[in-house]
Structure formats: C-alpha cells, structure tokens
C-alpha cells in the first residue's frame, strides 16, 4: 500500500488483494496519532468492559453463597433449628388432653380407626400423663411442669399442634423432617435455605450443624447433605470437643503470606484439573473449602470463643451444670454464629434418639427435657434482649411425636399422624397454639402441617416463595416441598 496526497489529505492506497490493511509509514507522527486516536480509546473501553465481565463472572463463580435477594419482605434472616431427636411427646408437653385420664387403661375407641404403630402396639390401652398442667403468658398456652424455663417465654411461642409426617420409624421420620423425604438423596432444608439466600458472612459456613451428647443422629450426614445440588451447599457439622471446627490451626513455621501463596498454587493445579470434571460438585466443594478454610483461619477461632461471653450470659444457657453444659454450649455458639451472619444452624439434642421413649417415659422425658429447658430458653431470652429474636427464626421439634396408647407398660410408641412442634421469633405471631389434634392426640385435625407445609412456612418467613425456589435437576424443575406444601401465613405476625 502507498499514500498519495490529495485535495482532502493524504489517503491511503490499498493493494490488490490486501484490502483492510493499512500501513500509515509516510504519515508524520502527528498525522498518525491525529488520524487513530480515537481507535486507541476504544480500545481501553473495550478492555475496560471486558475486564469488568470478566471480574463479575469470576466473582459469581467464586461466591455460590453470596447474600441474595428475597421474594417478598421477610423478617427472619437466619434460622436455629433445635432438633429432638428420637421423638418427644406432645401429648406430656404442648397438648394437654384431659381425655387420657378419663380413658386410662382401656382400649382406643374404634371411632380412632386403625392404627399402625412403629411396634405394633395399636391394641395397647391408653396411658394417662403424670403431668400438670399450668396456662403462661399472656396468651394463656398450656404447657407442662417438664418445661417450667420455657414455659417463662410463652408469648414467643407459636405452638402449632398439627403437625404429621409420613415416617413412621426414625430412619424416614429424621430424613423426611430435613429433606422433606423418607429416602436418601434429596437436599436437606439448611442447603434449600443456603442455595436461595446464600450468607452474610463468607468468611463463615453458611450452613452448621452441632450433635449433642455421645451419640450421632441416625443417617448421619444425609440429613444435613446437598442431595442433587452442588455440594458446597451441604452443612459443616462441629466438632464436639476440642476445635470447633477440625483442621484450622495452621503450623506455627508457615507464615500467612507462604500459606497463600501456597493455597493459590494448589488452586490453579486443581483449577486445571477440574476443567474435565465439571459436574463433579463435591470436587469444586473441596476447592471452595480450602479458601474457606483460610479465611476461617481468622475469624471462626474468635466467633466460636465462649469465653467471650460473661459468666452470667454462660448461666443463662446452663453452662454451669453438668445436665445443661452440652446444650447450653451449643445453644450459645449457635446464637454467636447467627450473630455473625450465619443462615441456618441445626442443634441436635439427644443424638442417637434419646428421646425415643418406648419404655419408662417418665425416666427417659425427665432426663431430656431437663438437659434441653434451661438451654433453650436461655437462646431465646437471649436472642430477644439483644434485639435479635425478630430476625431469628427458632424451631423446634422433633420427627414425630408419641402415642396415647402405652407401650411396655410405662412408655409411649412413635406417632406421626399427628404431634406438636413450635416457632419463635423471625416475624411469628407468639402467645398462641395452631391447629389441633384429636381428643386422644393421635391424628392432627384442624389446620393440618405436613413436613412439606412445615418447609414452606419456614422459607415464606425469610422471605422466600417455596414456588419460586426452584433447582433445575436432570431437567426437571425441583422444589424443597416436591410440589405439595402451603406455607402457613397465619402464624406470621404481619
């Protein structure tokens, strides 16, 4: 190509054949800077725009658990879900029924219908409750002598009576009440939660779960799992002594700056070998989990430090009797992680079904809910004096209640057709009972909860339309409540 001058300037010549490259050799410097410049600042926007794609893209990549957007207002941020596990009694505790007495030791009326028991039981007489029974709060809700602390903080308690559920034994009772399944393989409610608001603090697990006592909670890890959904959504379950969370404590000989140069060095070689893997999500969980891990480092030690707290506070939870310490230790870390932006904590009690009560009830339901009264009432007394009750959703309950017939003699079979479970706190309407059971407490009547029901309230009460959460799995659109739940709108205090 040349340049020849002409009226209008110099204009460039193309060769044949070379059209669309041009060669401004004989242009002067200023010529050429006059005749391009606009070129050049193009293409800094360009770059510019590219870059800020580029970062967003990153940033949505690397941050699955970012803080999102609710469906509609909703006053719970977080949930502490206190789990019974093995079964308490609604009928000994929330649900007072004056009609065991009076049919004490003879047979469930036919007008029941038949009943199908975990031990088959269902000819066993019915069997009276040794409790008392006293009205509290403004409200005026009946609870029994078993649970004389929390009975002080009624007008928190939204105590819905109606609840059922489909598992019968503890295997499908436990799975159903996390997953909203008797069967393996569907995502646990702390992961439905995790996926649909993400956390407000990253620096955190979005999602914790504590046991206490020796035991571990039947089907483990399952009840807390991501089922189908990436794993990264699946609960960090904490240690039971020592470290709260395992594997934090970096050598004393390795300094900060070596440990991230080292952690980016293992990230692009596991960057690089997930590039062929892409649907293997617990290997992009492992990923995320060593940067999580880092930044733990710094700030779990100091969120999960009780000694923080004063030795008032740790009295208030129990933390200074034996029969309360492991709970009450539990209930106040998960009131500091909740503190801290954490969204969904579930506090086992009684792991490995202690409160399945089969024989010697008044024995086995003493000693639990001795260990578990106190605690709780403390994380709501305490929630609500630092004026985080309102934005804290507490649930409690278990997988399903007990029978009004006797089983041995002195205890009470599972019942999952109808048993009590409550709410506090997180924009619920306390001070009051939902719902109904029979006369005998067998079979939920009025204003029926199943666990799918159970579900859609908890996530209505974040803020979130159990409709509109949706996972798209193998194709098929999937819901926490597989389609069948209802959100109960009148427990919400607005």
């Known amino acids: 190509m040349s340049i020849k001058k002409s009226r209008t300037g110099f204009q460039p010549v193309m060769p044949h ?45 690397a941050s699955p658990l970012s803080a999102k957007l609710t469906h509609h207002p909703g006053k719970a941020k977080s949930v502490i879900f206190l789990f019974m596990d093995g079964g308490p009694s609604h009928l000994d505790t929330f649900d007072p029924k004056p009609d065991l007495d009076k049919l004490a030791g003879k047979p469930i009326p036919e007008s029941f219908g038949r009943v199908i028991t975990a031990m088959g039981e269902f000819d066993s007489p019915i069997m009276a409750t040794k409790r008392k029974w006293k009205q509290h709060g403004e409200g005026g809700l009946w609870i029994s002598d078993w649970l004389p602390h929390t009975a002080k903080m009624a007008d928190e308690l939204a105590v819905i009576r109606s609840c059922w559920t489909n598992g019968i034994n503890h295997s499908g009772g436990i799975c159903q009440m996390n997953t909203g399944t008797q069967f393996a393989g569907r995502p646990s409610l702390g992961s439905w939660v995790t996926y649909g608001l993400g956390t407000e603090n990253e620096n955190l697990p979005a999602f914790v779960v504590m046991q206490e006592g020796a035991g571990r909670v039947i089907n483990g890890a399952r009840n807390w799992g991501a089922g189908f959904m990436p794993a990264v959504y699946q609960g960090t379950t904490m240690q039971r002594e020592g470290a709260a969370f395992s594997d934090l404590v970096p050598p004393k000989h390795v300094a900060t700056a070596q440990q991230r140069k080292e952690l980016d060095f293992l990230s692009q070689l596991n960057q690089r070998h997930a590039e062929s893997r892409q649907d293997n999500t617990d290997l992009d969980a492992r990923i995320r989990s060593f940067e999580l891990a880092f930044k733990m480092q710094s700030h779990a030690p100091e969120a999960v430090d009780l000694s923080q707290e004063s030795a008032e506070t740790q009295k ?44 010697k009830i008044e024995e086995n339901h003493t000693r639990m809910c001795g260990g578990m009264d106190l605690p709780v009432a403390g994380l709501l007394k305490d929630l609500k004096q630092r004026g985080l009750l309102d934005q804290t959703l507490v649930v ?11 089983e041995k003699g002195d205890g009470r079979d599972h019942n999952p057709t109808g048993f009590t479970m409550w709410m506090a706190g997180g924009g619920v309407h306390g001070g009051q009972a939902y719902g109904t059971t029979d006369a005998l407490g067998l079979h939920a009547v009025e204003d029926r909860l199943h666990v799918h029901d159970i579900h859609s309230t908890i996530l209505h009460l974040m803020g979130v339309d159990h409709k509109k959460l ?19 709108k009148e427990i919400a205090s607005t």
């Open 316 to 359: 208030m939870y129990g933390m200074d009797d034996k029969k309360t310490e492991g709970y009450g230790r539990n209930l106040l870390m998960a009131r500091r992680l909740v503190e801290r932006g954490v969204r969904f904590v579930q506090c086992y009690h009684g792991a490995g079904s202690k409160w399945d009560a089969h024989a």
């Open 17 to 61: 054949g070379q059209a669309g490259c041009l060669s401004y050799e004989n242009l002067s410097r200023r010529e050429m800077l006059l005749k391009s410049g606009g070129g050049f600042g193009a293409l800094a926007l360009a770059g510019l725009l590219q870059n800020d794609e580029a970062n967003a893209a990153e940033q949505a990549a």
């Open 470 to 488: 949706i996972y798209s799995h193998k194709g098929r659109p999937e819901r926490i409540d597989q389609n069948e739940g209802h959100a109960y």
């Open 396 to 406: 409690w309950g278990g997988e399903f209640g007990r029978t009004p017939m006797s």
